[in-house]
Nanobody, 120 residues
Framework: VQLQASGGGLVQAGGSMTLSCVAS????????MAWFRRAPGKQRVLVAR???????NYADSVKGRFTISRDSAENTVHLRMNSLKPEDTAVYYC???????????????WGQGTQVTVSS
């Protein structure tokens, strides 16, 4: 499985940006897909997740500002980020998880990170 993330860059506070993650197979092959981020000097944390069913979860810090969506026809998950703040500056990572049918364990796949920098 390959995950290709794109869309990062530099934006001013209050601006918007969309990240995209293209998977090498259908998004429905995964239990869920998600975006994580790692800010300088901090651990990687969950930003948003979309389940196979279409349900979504968000970190409290981004609720109401970020939207995760899925374009299954193109095997793509998007993260629309509005009202960006300097504290949103981080490397953003695409993630996909599915259950190994033999071991019934979760298997994680990660894309390369994409830098998002929000200037004040």
């Amino acid at each position: 499985v390959q995950l290709q993330a794109s869309g990062g860059g530099l934006v001013q506070a209050g601006g918007s940006m969309t990240l995209s993650c293209v998977a090498s197979e259908s998004a429905f092959n995964f239990d869920h897909m998600a975006w994580f981020r790692r800010a300088p000097g901090k651990q990687r944390v969950l930003v948003a997740r979309i389940l196979r069913t279409g349900g979504t979860n968000y970190a409290d810090s981004v609720k109401g500002r970020f939207t995760i969506s899925r374009d299954s026809a193109e095997n793509t998950v998007h993260l629309r980020m509005n009202s960006l703040k300097p504290e949103d500056t981080a490397v953003y990572y695409c993630n996909a998880v599915r259950v190994n049918s033999d071991s019934l364990t979760l298997v994680d796949y990660w894309g390369q990170g994409t830098q998002v920098t929000v200037s004040s």
